[in-house]
T-cell receptor
Framework: QKEVEQNSGPLSVPEGAIASLNCTYS??????FFWYRQYSGKSPELIMF????GDKEDGRFTAQLNKASQYVSLLIRDSQPSDSATYLC???????????FGQGTRLTINP | NAGVMQNPRHLVRRRGQEARLRCSPM?????VYWYRQLPEEGLKFMVY????????ESGMPKERFSAEFPKEGPSILRIQQVVRGDSAAYFC????????????FGSGTRLTVV
């Protein structure tokens, strides 16, 4: 079992709709959870982080964390073509400084 | 306030040569991390350094790879005797503390071994 798993996609969503990206992790000691966006040929860009169970909203983005189910998700409301990118889920364990990344989900927003 | 600076952006090496990748962290950041991204794959942790110390090198291949972060100057990731399988994007990230917060990544070095 991979430490952090994401559906590689591609995920295709019409413009204006809600894009839902999912991630599961295996280490119950994980404490911090991050979503990065990576455009083709570019470096990853941090867009959201969440530490506590529940929802965290920032503009059109909402991160959701359920530690009991070891599940974290990212919702993108009012999807725009500029949201088309690969979204990487990353997890940080207690006492460790390294991030463990999932393989990424490729998202395409169709005009 | 400049971000994390990596150079070169692109590096081409022949098999058997050495590759040296440089990373200057953001101002005030004393923690540096190196990650590698193979084509169509996610990022894989390689090494975590603080000034003059390697803290965690659990992701570094046992041979040919080394990293340093000297008291003065940038962090260096060194790959000796490169092979085609070393072709990848190498990203450096930095952080100011060890609170487990998200990193800021540099623009990366794309290494191509021919």
């Amino acid at each position: 079992q991979k430490e952090v798993e994401q559906n590689s996609g591609p995920l295709s969503v019409p413009e204006g709709a809600i894009a839902s990206l999912n991630c599961t992790y295996s280490d119950r000691g994980s404490q911090s959870f991050f979503w990065y966006r990576q455009y083709s040929g570019k470096s990853p860009e941090l867009i959201m982080f969440i530490y506590s169970n529940g929802d965290k909203e920032d503009g059109r983005f909402t991160a959701q964390l359920n530690k009991a189910s070891q599940y974290v998700s990212l919702l993108i409301r009012d999807s725009q073509p500029s949201d088309s990118a690969t979204y990487l889920c990353a997890v940080n364990s207690r006492g460790a400084q390294k991030l463990v990344f999932g393989q990424g989900t490729r998202l395409t927003i169709n005009p | 306030n400049a971000g994390v600076m990596q150079n070169p952006r692109h590096l081409v090496r022949r098999r058997g040569q050495e590759a040296r990748l440089r990373c200057s962290p953001m101002k005030g950041h004393s923690h540096v991390y190196w990650y590698r991204q193979l084509p169509e794959e996610g990022l894989k942790f390689m090494v975590y350094l603080q000034k003059e110390n390697i803290i965690d090198e659990s992701g570094m291949p046992k041979e040919r790879f080394s990293a340093e972060f000297p008291k003065e100057g940038p962090s260096i990731l060194r790959i000796q005797q490169v092979v085609r399988g070393d072709s990848a994007a190498y990203f450096c990230a930095s952080s100011p503390t060890t609170d487990g917060g998200g990193y800021t990544f540099g623009s990366g070095t794309r290494l191509t071994v021919v």
